[in-house]
């Protein structure tokens, strides 16, 4: 029997990062949606167990132990206990490397669920939980896989403000923003905001709203130090804001890809299809939040 798995791309509307602690670990305030578009991961039967990458950027991830669909699998195994039975997992990678857009997190939650849903349909997602926690700090928030705030360590999680369906279009301008990089990029210049929460409305009841209030009360910390090491996001970023679709344009997560919040499916649609033809060399992918 083969069984798959959705993978959602991560997105940080916002991000809000403090100077590191004692441990060189960054409190952050995030507010986090989920896309749909992203990765699969698939579980069949096989002689013995195995893992392998297909799709568009599977040639460009590890398959050995520090994958985090591995790692995920061990996790789970460690937690079940007994002899592992014959199975390939197969995570077919649509999403860019490197990105700031949760994969390797989205796929570790879903690789989680998939085999829960195979081996162990006892276990619930507060079950699996502290198994992604374990795997990075973006690990919880992305088995849950739904709007939350993400504070602490990204490991203090809480129900986002009701939003509206956001309409958007993700572009990658083709350049990996490995997140430790941007990271000490950032500690080496000032930052003198912190990781603050915002004041939240209790409800943004439309795209205008939400893109006025992320733009006005909200940032993402990580961008400037990431477009400083990689000039082409700061690209991704001005061709977005040159666009009349666009009500608010940022970079989600340690980049490099941006967003751009639209009123509605027809103006992103539009927007999509003309930065495909301006920069065909990009990865732009029109997408639902929420």
């Not at 919040?261 to 992918?285: F, K, Q």
Request: with cysteine; hydrophobic share 45%; proline share 9%.
């Amino acid at each position: 029997m083969r069984l798959s798995a959705f993978a959602p791309a991560k997105v940080n509307l916002f991000l809000h990062v403090g100077g590191p602690d004692a441990e060189g670990y960054h409190p952050i305030s995030s507010l986090m949606v989920f896309a749909d578009v992203g990765d699969e991961v698939v579980i069949q039967p096989a002689d013995a167990p195995d893992f392998e990458t297909v799709g568009p950027f599977g040639g460009e991830i590890p398959t050995g132990g520090d994958n985090l669909v591995v790692r995920a699998a061990r996790a789970f195994h460690a937690k079940l206990g007994g002899p592992i039975p014959p199975y390939r997992l197969i995570l077919d990678k649509r999403l860019p490397i490197a990105a700031g857009l949760g994969g390797g997190s989205s796929d570790a939650g879903a690789a989680l669920k998939l085999l829960r849903d195979a081996l162990a349909p006892n276990l619930t997602d507060d079950d699996l939980e502290p198994l992604a926690a374990s795997l990075g700090a973006d690990g919880a928030a992305c088995l849950r896989a739904t709007a939350l705030m993400a504070e602490g360590r990204g490991e203090v999680l809480s129900p986002a403000p009701r939003l509206p369906v956001l309409h958007a279009v993700l572009v990658n301008p083709g350049a990996p923003s490995p997140t430790g990089a941007v990271y000490r990029a950032y500690d080496a210049a000032v930052h003198p905001e912190g990781a603050e929460r915002p004041a939240i409305p209790d409800e943004l009841e439309t795209a205008e709203e939400a893109a006025a209030w992320l733009a006005i009360a909200t940032r993402n910390d990580l961008e400037a130090p990431a477009v400083a090491l990689e000039p082409l996001i700061g690209q991704a970023l001005d061709v977005l804001r040159g666009e009349p679709e666009s009500l608010m344009v940022r970079m989600s997560g340690s980049g490099a890809t941006c967003f751009a919040l639209c009123a509605g499916d027809i103006e992103a649609e539009s927007l999509a299809e003309r930065i495909e033809a301006m920069r065909p060399e990009w990865w732009v992918r029109r997408c639902r939040l929420s």
